[in-house]
Structure formats: structure tokens, C-alpha cells
């Protein structure tokens, strides 16, 4: 699954390999910790990894997906990685348009659509799920209180999808919790300034920061681990 290099070029003559891609879309909303090690963990492990905001249509977002794009390009600059990098081109509430359009942009590649476990059950009610799976393989990276369930694996298989486990360190963190409460400890720091400057999130309330440019409180919250 991951990139060639170097070292593993085939001998003269014979064929080169196909270098994966991997997709990650996400709703951002906004970027998380678990975001950013998403895409660091990613980027160590493939050649080529492409990120994007979208909209979901199951969900109703905190901010619209200009400034959700935004956010999530400033954790792509800020992890500054070989082969890592936002293409909003690719944005779209269904997956398999965006896997379309992936596979019209980069030809040649094996596509990977990367899922945290949590969405792994809610894969086959997806738009056009059984065509999606015939475009993509799927790599499904543990999140911490999800597991991946083998019945929900084996159903993915059965409709004719390939499914890899990735094996990543996420850190417990969900969008979700910073939208109810801004938590300097689950969002990435280069993006603390712009949430307050820009009022998102409710982040324009936290108005105790200290000297060194960090939000109150979010030093002690990081050291206990959060």
C-alpha cells in the first residue's frame, strides 16, 4: 500500500508499479488533533496523499466549506509533507464522485479511500456504495471507542471490496465535542489564532491567553493527556 521509491524500482524491462493514492476526505468541521495525525500518519505511509473538506449530507456544519477548506489547508501547510496536499477538486457529498474525479486527475494510480472505524457500519448505505468499492480499495484506520467490527468487515467484502487495516495513533478527539465546546487540547495549534480572530466555533469567547500566544489552561489540559 505504500509509495515506491528508490530502492524498490522493478528491474529494466519489467513493468512499474502502480503507486497508490490515498483520499482522505473529511467534513472538518473543524480539524482536529485526530485530523492532523490522520494526515501525518498518512503521509508517512504512501507516496501521494490527497485531503479535502466536504459537505455531508448527513449533517448539518458549524462553518461553511470555504472556511472548513481553509482550516484544513492550514494543517497541510503546517505539517509541511512530501506528497501531502489539499485538492478541494475532489470535494463532493458523495464519495464515489470524488473518487471519480481523483481517478481523472491522477491516472494510473490504485486509489485508497482512508475511513476511521467509526464510519466503517455506515459504509454500505452510502451513495452507490457496491460501485464505489469496485473504484477504491479501502484502508480503515482504528478509532479509539470504535472497532472495527468483523461483521461489518466481512459485509464490505461480500459486496466486493477490498479492506486493509491501517494502524495508526489517532488521538481521542471529535469535531463534534469541539463545536459544543472549544477545547484548545483536541485542535491543532496553528489553527487557534484563526478561530478566534475569525469568531468560529465559539472560539471568539476564550479571551485569557497567555503570553506565549497559547490559549489559557491549554497547556495543563495537553499534559493530562487529552
Request: charged share 20%; glycine share 10%; aromatic share 4%.
Amino acid at each position: 500500500m505504500e509509495g515506491t521509491g528508490a530502492a524498490g524500482r522493478p528491474p529494466a524491462g519489467a513493468d512499474a508499479p502502480r503507486q497508490s493514492l490515498a483520499l482522505f476526505g473529511t467534513s472538518a468541521d473543524p480539524p482536529t488533533l485526530g485530523h492532523r495525525a490522520f494526515l501525518q500518519g498518512l503521509s508517512e505511509r504512501y507516496g501521494l496523499v490527497r485531503t479535502w473538506a466536504s459537505d455531508n449530507p448527513l449533517k448539518q456544519h458549524g462553518a461553511p466549506l470555504a472556511i472548513r477548506s481553509a482550516l484544513l489547508q492550514a494543517v497541510v501547510t503546517d505539517l509541511n509533507r512530501p506528497g501531502l496536499k489539499l485538492d478541494q477538486r475532489l470535494s463532493s457529498r458523495h464519495t464515489l464522485t470524488s473518487v471519480r474525479r481523483a481517478a481523472e486527475l491522477y491516472p494510473g494510480r490504485d486509489l485508497v479511500v482512508v475511513v476511521g472505524s467509526d464510519l466503517l457500519g455506515q459504509i454500505p448505505r452510502w451513495h452507490a456504495s457496491e460501485e464505489l468499492l469496485q473504484h477504491c480499495s479501502l484502508a480503515v484506520v482504528p478509532r479509539v471507542g470504535w472497532p472495527a467490527r468483523q461483521s461489518d468487515l466481512e459485509r464490505l467484502r461480500a459486496m466486493g471490496g477490498t479492506v486493509t487495516r491501517l494502524d495508526l495513533t489517532i488521538p481521542a478527539t471529535a469535531s463534534s465535542s469541539v463545536r459544543a465546546r472549544p477545547d484548545p487540547a483536541m485542535v491543532p495549534p496553528e489553527l487557534w489564532q484563526r478561530l478566534r480572530e475569525q469568531d468560529l466555533y465559539g472560539w471568539g469567547g476564550l479571551d485569557e491567553w497567555s503570553g506565549n500566544g497559547d490559549p489559557a489552561g491549554a497547556g495543563a489540559a495537553e499534559s493530562h493527556g487529552r
